[in-house]
């Protein structure tokens, strides 16, 4: 395949000539050209983390988590927990924290508090108390009315967005924002910013149907979990313009209706599965119900906006709490049982048709993408094809 690339200061008139040589030629243009901004527009997610916010002392009046090592160690009898807490009985102390099944190594599985979370006992844990959170209206609803939800969620209590607007749902962030990891520009989120050039996992974006980038009332929008690393520089910045592949598996596939208002792109709901894997230890999918875009369409060809929906709960909890183990709630300051505890109870959405207790929790993630060529796989049939026929023809 050959990519023709224009310079994005070019006039009209330049772009409508090299558009005429590439159709005579054959060629694709890049997503973002004159000739193709009519119809399609490809992007790829360049940052993806979750939805923080630091509303100071008002968040967690009661202090941060406690992670699994210091609520050990606390239970133990004073001469016993000064000896654990000795550096060269860290291998005992380890062993202690990962009874009764043990450490079976990266992702695999054992019986220990991450594990099995329900047969082990933990402090709750502290969640958000702060009125103020960023975050998406998901059901509907501008206010928190007790007893009463919006159909297919449970009753919660509602954020006020940082800028005032009512309504907000992140529960999920009322679950994890006390603990010290999950803080605003902690660990979690300088991890999540790393994990896309570091090829833990790739997001692409593409809008067909646009017939004007600024209004369009009817457009439709996939999300797909790309199985391609991003193409990155020296500095692990991801660059523009790069050809990514659409995965075969149609459950990384989603596909919505949209819709753009003044350049700023909104979706309907939609099941999102982006597939995740670490080259360490985690094994697995951000599985968003749904799941609804608002992306403003800049000037210069970039996006940057809101991915929000309700995280499945055992998706979330399998995924980044039990096969992350033991190690991470004493790295990240939590325990396994608290976290448990604390998504279940103020999962918001889905609730299960037997209990009514709801299994997905409210979610959102801040997005920034950049253009790029997104390859479906008739295309990269296709494009095997064409290379197979090239090569008979010679």
Request: glycine residues 10%.
């Amino acid at each position: 395949m050959i990519l023709v690339q224009t310079a994005r200061s070019e006039t009209p008139a330049a772009h409508y000539a090299l558009a005429l040589a590439a159709i005579g030629a054959g060629l694709m243009l890049p997503a973002w050209s004159t000739a193709s901004a009519g119809t399609t527009k490809g992007f790829v997610v360049t940052a993806m983390e979750y939805a923080t916010h630091d509303g100071g002392p008002a968040d967690c009046p009661g202090g941060l988590a406690m992670s699994s090592k210091d609520y050990y160690l606390q239970n133990l009898p004073p001469a016993e927990r000064e000896r654990l807490s000795k550096g060269e009985n860290v291998k005992e102390l380890f062993k202690l924290l990962y009874a009764p099944g043990g450490n079976l190594g990266p992702g695999k599985r054992t019986h220990n508090q991450c594990a099995d979370p329900t047969d082990f006992q933990g402090p709750p844990l502290p969640t958000i108390q702060g009125a103020v959170a960023d975050g998406m209206n998901l059901d509907g609803r501008n206010e928190s009315t007790p007893g009463d939800a919006a159909p297919n969620t449970c009753a919660h209590q509602k954020f006020t967005s940082p800028t005032g607007a009512p309504g907000i749902d992140n529960q999920f962030w009322r679950a994890m924002g006390c603990i010290r990891g999950y803080r605003p520009d902690a660990d979690i989120v300088k991890y999540q910013n790393a994990n896309i050039p570091g090829g833990e996992y790739t997001v692409l974006i593409e809008l067909t149907g646009v017939d004007d980038i600024r209004n369009d009332p009817d457009v439709q929008v996939g999300i797909y979990a790309s199985p391609d690393r991003v193409t990155v520089d020296a500095a692990q910045n991801v660059l523009p313009d790069s050809s990514l592949s659409v995965p075969d598996d149609p459950r990384y596939r989603a596909v919505a209706h949209g819709r753009i208002v003044d350049g700023v792109l909104t979706t309907d709901p939609t099941d999102v599965r982006l597939k995740y894997k670490s080259q360490g230890y985690v094994d697995t999918d951000y599985y968003i119900k749904g799941a609804r875009l608002r992306l403003e369409l800049k000037p210069d060809g970039t996006a940057k906006g809101m991915l929000g929906g309700y995280y499945d709960v055992e998706t979330f909890y399998d995924g980044f709490i039990r096969q992350a183990q033991v190690v991470t709630s004493v790295l990240l300051s939590y325990t396994c049982p608290g976290v448990y505890g604390a998504l279940n109870n103020l999962a918001d959405a889905y609730p299960d048709a037997k209990t009514g207790k709801c299994t997905a929790i409210s979610t959102a993630f801040r997005l920034e993408a950049i253009p790029a060529f997104i390859i479906h796989p008739t295309d990269k049939t296709k494009t095997a094809q064409d290379t197979t026929q090239g090569a008979v023809n010679r």
